[in-house]
């Protein structure tokens, strides 16, 4: 996605009107059967295995630009959260999915005390996307759409930035087991987990 999409997710940020939030426990668990009838993506003409495929980039890359920020896991785990949450209410077609993901980085980051400059999070995101060295009006451009974006990305969420991870009742169901397998089953779990 080019310019013309990250600008469009910068008038979106001040032009959307969302519903109010539900602040109840069970906002964000959905029936694939619900996804698929209210998925804004779908309405804008995105099937589903598209959107599927936009999702395991959008994760592949959290997963690197995560690694390149040492980010801890659960920082990189709560971005793909955020992630996830905003595309069930916004669309791929008018949104730049790294972008947001950048944004989500950069948000999940603060949420789970382990926060990057913004400088630092333009810097490598470019570096991790283009490949080139950026330009001081690319900068400065994609510093305003990160802090602009983050106040989208917040509003879509519902300003709702609680998430409850696997990771602790993982560990507690793996010591249950025998310690003979203990190593293995964890290792499994843990990449299933991961698997954005």
Same mark, same amino acid.
């Given at each position: 996605m080019g310019r013309a999409s990250t600008e469009g997710f910068v008038a979106q940020a001040a032009a959307t009107r969302l519903e109010e939030p539900d602040f109840s426990s069970s906002k964000w668990y959905f029936s694939r059967e619900e996804i698929e009838k209210s998925s804004p993506s779908r309405k804008d003409g995105i099937d589903g295995k598209k959107?599927?495929? *936009? @999702? @395991?980039? *959008?994760?592949? *890359?959290?997963? %690197?630009?995560? #690694? $390149?920020? $040492? #980010? =801890?896991?659960?920082?990189? !785990?709560? !971005?793909?959260?955020?992630? +996830? /949450? &905003? &595309?069930? /209410?916004?669309? +791929?077609? /008018?949104?730049? /999915?790294? #972008?947001?993901?950048?944004?989500? #980085?950069?948000?999940?980051? $603060?949420? %789970?005390?382990? =926060?990057? =400059?913004?400088?630092?999070v333009v810097l490598v995101s470019y570096a991790l996307r283009h490949k080139k060295p950026i330009t001081k009006e690319v900068y400065q451009r994609q510093l305003r759409l990160l802090l602009t974006g983050e106040n989208l990305l917040l509003s879509t969420l519902g300003f709702d930035l609680n998430v409850s991870h696997p990771y602790r009742p993982m560990v507690l169901a793996v010591r249950k087991l025998a310690p003979a397998f203990q190593s293995s089953i964890a290792q499994v779990a843990w990449n299933f987990i991961n698997d954005g």
């Open positions: 959107e599927a495929q *936009y @999702r @395991r980039s *959008y994760c592949a *890359y959290l997963q %690197e630009l995560g #690694m $390149k920020l $040492k #980010m =801890p896991q659960i920082a990189i !785990a709560t !971005a793909i959260v955020f992630c +996830h /949450r &905003f &595309f069930l /209410r916004q669309s +791929h077609a /008018r949104n730049d /999915r790294f #972008m947001v993901a950048t944004i989500g #980085m950069f948000l999940a980051g $603060k949420v %789970e005390e382990t =926060p990057r =400059p913004a400088n630092d």
